[in-house]
């Protein structure tokens, strides 16, 4: 009996909660209206745009129709129409009409910008600011991109020394439909770094440290190359830089405090504190080698730079780990891998250096592809490679080639990229992708100033480095100034119908008053052709075609039938050259020796050789050694007498400085017919040598400014009557569009010389 009524109450208790469920899901069903309702989709409308196409949200939205539409495809689709970002808001309907269901999205879009206004901004002009901005004007409005934007113009702000500006923003009604977006600026002084002090340094001066720091002081000329700004993030590399030297310097164990930074009460002065743990100075013990070793150990530590009894250095520990790699990746093992493992000798300020190699698999070169060359013939740069297709992986000739397309000067600095990658199932192939970025190779350059040599000057070329985009040079030069005229047109191909030759030639007319003896014309022209018989090293032969006409006598004693005629002339000149950067080095050094016979017919003869010999070496930090050497001897040919005009003499911003033009040489003394007075010619000298040592070091970075101390010796004159000549002083590059700039004072080592006395020089061009 009990188990009979329980039974049924089981029974009435599950029918009454089914009933009570039904009724709640009809409920529902009319509490949210037909939008959660099921239903097959025989169209889709949408209502509320005006600027946005419907074809656009319609590609955008999963829903078609023919589907059934359920809740989470239709909030799917509002996520998506909201993620377009043109929409304030969205919502979905549904209707019907003429029995089909219609799928209905209403949206609102958001107002466009109508205008783009900056306010505040006195020391940043508009332009500047809207480079890094996303947002443009007549674009819909996304406020995630305005505060991106506001970040990006905070950011330049900063670069420039506007440490503490604020950027804000807000929008102003132009329209129902449109807005004026308007950024708010404040932007104080400039913060400038007015004191950095280090703690705790001993080993280095404050001087030594600051000076790798990319972070400076206000100082004199901090006004022309923005030195003295405080950067946030140039102040944190300065950090690892300080770190990295003292750890080059033997200090393993330095450590550098969190930097204090102290902000002035007016906000206009940064000072800084730099607490330094140096640590003890430490040597290399043993140097071991492990694993996969391919070369035998004495190969190996001929090789490396760091030696036992060495003091310790980070950097050249690093040198080290990229020579070792090379040498595995120049036997094909292109995935090699060098670890470097340091055990410090307990008690002892020494380190044991362990070199681990694991070896990978041999890989060969695959497709090498070439991208960004929008100009540039892929041929230009591929014969410029080292590296061919199917041949084993080598990371020097990799290295190499890399490069070499940089050496173009066709390309944006840092934006010649080699990447290594695998093809699909062919893990011992590297594909090599060379991506690349042109730059402007056209150049029109037009300069004015005075020189001290030449009084006032006008200079102007017109040059196309990257002719046609198969590398071949065109230009064009003009040079006026008052004692001299230079007009030259040139032409040069680099790889002669597709071979290692070069060839090139010019067409010239010079018209020069600098001497006090004469005043000539010259007009002619040139044909070179060159080969490269080493690396490095390329021998060039130049036919030279030259008529000289004498247009003012001053020294009576030269005889114009000497001097005006032709000369036909060919030149042979082996040049090596190993610079780091021709335009402005800093390592390496270049080599010409050149024989130039004249006599190839017409009227002029003689034979002349010549060495020049430059050498520059950074010696500490940014301090750079720059050397010249120089010598020259012309042989007459026949007996016949050599031109004055083609004799050597010095003097002048070009060798010696201590001396005027042409102040050093042979003299002459004659009796002026005119006014009956004794006058002193320069006749010029068969023999030429001379030597230049300079330190260069900048002065003011960002301005390209630098300041240099030289010395110079050397003499013109008969072999046997060698009279060396030295002087001595500094002087201030500037590194401007028009070229460098030179301003120099010199003064003779021997106050007593006749030809003694301090000069002022102004020069453009680099002197070697």
């Known amino acids: 009996m009990f188990k009979v009524e329980l039974k049924k ?53 999963s829903s078609r129709v023919g589907m059934v539409l359920d809740n989470y495809l239709l909030k799917t689709d509002i996520e998506k129409i909201y993620g377009m970002k043109f929409f304030e808001y969205v919502e979905a309907h549904q209707r019907t009409e003429g029995g089909k269901n219609i799928l209905e999205f209403v949206v609102r879009e958001k107002p466009i910008i109508s205008k783009i206004i900056f306010e505040g901004n006195d020391e940043v002009d508009d332009d500047d600011l809207k480079e890094p901005m996303k947002t443009k004007e007549f674009a819909i409005l996304d406020i995630n991109t305005i505060k991106a934007d506001v970040q990006a113009m905070q950011k330049l702000y900063e670069e420039k020394g506007f440490y503490l500006a604020s950027v804000n923003y807000e929008l102003r009604e132009s329209g129902q439909e449109s807005r004026d977006l308007v950024f708010k600026i404040k932007e104080f002084d400039k913060v400038r770094v007015k004191n950095v002090i280090f703690l705790g340094n001993k080993a280095f001066s404050d001087d030594e440290l600051k000076g790798i720091m990319e972070t400076r002081e206000e100082g004199l000329f901090s006004a022309m190359s923005g030195s003295g700004n405080f950067k946030e993030f140039n102040f944190q590399t300065d950090i690892e830089r300080i770190k990295f030297f003292y750890k080059s310097k ?143 992986f080598s990371g020097s000739s990799l290295r190499k080639s890399k490069d070499n397309v940089n050496r173009l000067g066709f390309f944006e600095p840092g934006s010649v990229v080699f990447n290594t990658v695998s093809p699909k199932g062919k893990d011992d192939v590297l594909d090599v992708d060379i991506t690349v970025k042109e730059r402007n190779t056209g150049q029109i350059s037009l300069g004015a100033g005075y020189s001290t040599a030449t009084g006032g000057f006008f200079q102007g070329s017109i040059a196309q480095n990257n002719f046609r985009g198969l590398g071949q040079t065109l230009n064009f030069t003009l040079s006026l100034s008052e004692t001299s005229k230079t ?60 008529n000289t006409q004498i247009k003012a006598l001053e020294d009576p004693t030269i005889d114009e039938d000497v001097e005006n005629g032709i000369a036909s002339s060919i030149r042979t000149t082996m040049i090596t050259d190993e610079r780091n950067n021709k335009f402005e080095p800093s390592d390496g050094h270049y080599l010409s020796i050149a024989s130039e016979y004249a006599g190839l017919g017409f009227d002029k003869k003689w034979w002349k050789n010549e060495a020049d010999l430059r050498f520059f070496e950074k010696l500490w930090g940014d301090l750079v050694f720059r050397g010249r050497y120089f010598i020259g001897k012309m042989e007459r040919v026949d007996g016949q007498a050599i031109p004055r005009s083609e004799k050597y003499t010095l003097g002048g911003s070009r060798n010696l400085r201590g001396y005027s033009f042409e102040q050093i040489g042979p003299k002459k003394t004659v009796t002026d017919p005119t006014t009956g007075r004794p006058r002193t010619f320069n006749s010029g000298a068969l023999f030429a040598t001379y030597t230049q040592l300079e330190l260069e070091h900048p002065l003011a970075r960002e301005a390209g400014l630098k300041w240099v101390l030289f010395f110079d010796a050397g003499d013109a004159t008969d072999p046997q009557n060698l009279s060396i000549k030295a002087d001595y002083g500094f002087g201030f590059r500037w590194f401007s569009p028009i070229g460098v700039l030179r301003f120099e004072f010199g003064y003779p080592l021997d106050k007593g010389d006749a030809d003694a006395g301090s000069q002022f020089h102004f020069d453009i061009g680099q002197l070697f």
């Not at 595995?328 to 995935?335: C, R, S, T």
Request: glycine content about 8%; proline content about 3%.
């Open 9 to 61: 109450l089981h029974t009435l208790f599950f029918s009454i909660l089914f009933l009570f469920f039904a009724l709640t899901q009809v409920q529902a069903q009319e509490d949210l209206g037909p939008r959660r309702k099921y239903f097959r989709i025989s169209a889709i409308d949408i209502k509320g745009i005006k600027k946005v196409e419907k074809e656009a949200i319609l590609e955008k939205i």
């Open 250 to 392: 033997g200090y393993l164990q330095v450590t550098v405090g969190t930097p204090e930074i102290t902000v002035s009460e007016d906000k206009r002065w940064v000072f800084i504190t730099i607490k330094v743990n140096e640590g003890p100075m430490f040597s290399v013990n043993d140097i071991t080698f492990q694993g996969e070793i391919l070369f035998p150990d004495e190969e190996l530590h001929e090789k490396i730079s760091l030696k036992s009894g060495d003091t310790y250095s980070e950097e050249l520990l690093r040198k080290d780990i990229q020579l070792l790699t090379e040498m595995y990746q120049d036997e094909g093992y292109a995935f090699a891998n060098v670890l470097r493992t340091l055990h410090v000798v307990p008690g002892e300020n020494k380190v044991d250096i362990e070199f681990s190699f694991e070896k990978g698999k041999i890989a060969y070169f695959g497709k090498i592809n070439i991208k960004g060359n929008t100009k540039t013939r892929d041929k230009v740069i591929r014969r410029e490679l080292k590296i061919r297709e199917g041949v084993k």
């Open 487 to 546: 007009y030259n047109l040139g032409f040069t191909e680099p790889y002669l119908l597709d071979t290692k030759w070069t060839a090139g030639g010019d067409i010239f007319l010079t018209e020069n008053e600098a001497s006090d003896s004469f005043t000539y014309k010259r007009s002619g022209f040139d044909v070179r052709v060159g080969y490269p018989i080493l690396e490095y090293t390329r021998l060039f032969v130049t036919y030279k075609f030259e």
